[in-house]
């Protein structure tokens, strides 16, 4: 079964024919997710050359501050002694996701997962080749809000993805094109 495809065209081709250009869903999940990887690594490496050792720094007042961690557990610092459990859930993951691309029925779907591929992947990689080491890498984490634990813009893109499938469950937007 392919994917359904979106139109990049903003007008219909003359005479019904089909839109001279589409993009499938999975490239749309894919791209979203390597924008997001490659943001969130980024962002990191601009912080362990530039916050690792310093105090806090005001960013934005006291509404945002960078503050330099190194992450041994999930979200939030929880479960910091089962690093290896998180990474090898991080693959299942990324597997389910790229099972599941090709039958995406809806850009918004398309998004979220690729949020969720894109920040599970960021954080995965820090796990694989971070120290102490592999499975076992600490994430690292540099964004803090007041009365929020210190977060990076992969857990950023997997919250907002997780909140966006949330609006399309309960909008009845389906996750897989219906079969004929």
Do not use: C
């Not at 499938?24 to 997710?33: D, G, R």
């Not at 540099?142 to 909008?171: E, H, K, Y």
């Amino acid at each position: 079964m392919t994917s359904p495809e979106i139109p990049l065209d903003a007008e219909p081709a003359e005479s019904g024919e089909e839109l001279s250009r589409r993009v499938p869903l999975w490239v749309v999940t894919v791209s979203v997710a390597a924008v997001v990887w490659a943001i969130d690594q980024i962002t990191k490496l601009i912080a362990v050359a530039n916050l690792e050792g310093q105090p806090s720094m005001e960013l934005l007042g006291p509404v945002l501050k960078l503050t330099f961690v190194r992450n041994p557990g999930a979200a939030f610092s929880l479960g910091s002694g089962y690093t290896i459990i998180f990474s090898l859930l991080a693959f299942v993951v990324v597997g389910v996701i790229i099972y599941t691309a090709p039958t995406l029925g809806s850009l918004g779907w398309a998004i979220a997962l690729g949020g969720i591929l894109g920040g599970s992947l960021g954080n995965l990689t820090d796990r694989l080749l971070r120290e102490p080491g592999f499975l076992r890498g600490h994430v690292v984490d540099f964004l803090q809000l007041p009365n929020w634990p210190i977060f990076n813009v992969a857990d950023m893109a997997v919250v907002g993805s997780a909140i966006l499938m949330v609006i399309l469950t309960l909008r009845g937007v389906p996750l897989r094109v219906p079969k004929t």
